[in-house]
């Protein structure tokens, strides 16, 4: 059984540039989260993906877009990158909705925007 | 407006005593409540889980309270070592669906 794999693990970007942050879930999940962990900071909830579909978001505006693939592999695009931005980058994978269960995290992928 | 908020953002005990973290929360109604460790530059990893109907769960020298009329869980560490030094973060669920909220956590330094 694979965890959960992000990449790229670090990348630098500058202000107004576009980054697409990769993960692959967890094998038997359907579910992938995003978080943005600033630093000293708890994980702040994007999204979620539940079966290709958007199934929450947090408060982060329009240029946070993701997608989910029907692998359950998930994308998060970034677009107009802003200073603030920079940030660890955190995927989180889990068995579905209705059932309370752990996330399974990646290792994170780390932005930084000059 | 909804907050979690944890005692504090750093915590120093001895080796052997038992460390206590809480986590407060405001405006919610979590269905469960999770607490998780995270290294610094890692991922988070899952501890504990416990639901709004629980009191108390216990797992090794880990054990969680859930109180829901107070609006807080505490989480205990017996016998702490100095590898349990790292961040602890409370998260909870309102809806079931694994959609969780996290607070900043708070760092525990274990002395030898």
């Known amino acids: 059984e694979t965890g959960v794999t992000q990449s790229p693990t670090h990348l630098i970007k500058t202000r107004g540039q576009q980054v697409t942050l990769r993960c692959s879930s967890q094998?038997?999940?359907?579910?992938v989260s995003w978080y943005q962990q600033a630093l000293g900071q708890g994980p702040q909830f994007i999204f979620q993906?539940?079966?290709?579909?958007?199934?929450g978001r947090g408060n982060f505006p329009p240029r946070f877009s993701g997608l989910q693939f029907p692998n359950y592999s998930s994308e998060l695009n970034v677009n107009a990158l802003e200073l603030d931005d920079s940030a660890l980058y955190l995927c989180?994978?889990?068995?579905?909705?209705?059932?309370?269960?752990?996330?399974?995290f990646g290792e994170g992928s780390r932005l930084t925007v000059l | 407006s909804q907050k979690i908020e944890q005692n504090s953002e750093a915590l120093n005990i001895q080796e052997g005593k038992t460390a206590t973290l809480t986590c407060n929360y405001t405006?919610?109604?979590?269905?469960?409540l999770q607490w998780y460790r995270q290294d610094p530059g890692r991922g988070p990893v899952f501890l504990l889980l416990?639901?709004?109907?629980?009191k108390e769960k216990r797992k090794e020298r880990l054990k969680v309270t859930f109180d829901t009329t107070l609006k807080q869980s505490l989480f205990h560490i017996t016998a702490s070592q100095p590898a349990d030094s790292a961040t602890y973060l409370c998260?909870?669920?309102?809806?079931?669906?694994?959609?969780?909220?996290f607070g900043a956590g708070t760092r525990l330094t274990v002395k030898p």
């Open positions: 998260a909870l669920d309102e809806y079931n669906n694994n959609d969780m909220r």
């Open positions: 094998s038997g999940h359907n579910t």
């Open positions: 993906y539940y079966r290709e579909e958007e199934n």
């Open positions: 416990i639901r709004e109907n629980e």
């Open positions: 405006n919610y109604s979590p269905a469960y």
């Open positions: 989180a994978s889990s068995s579905g909705t209705g059932t309370p269960g752990e996330l399974f």
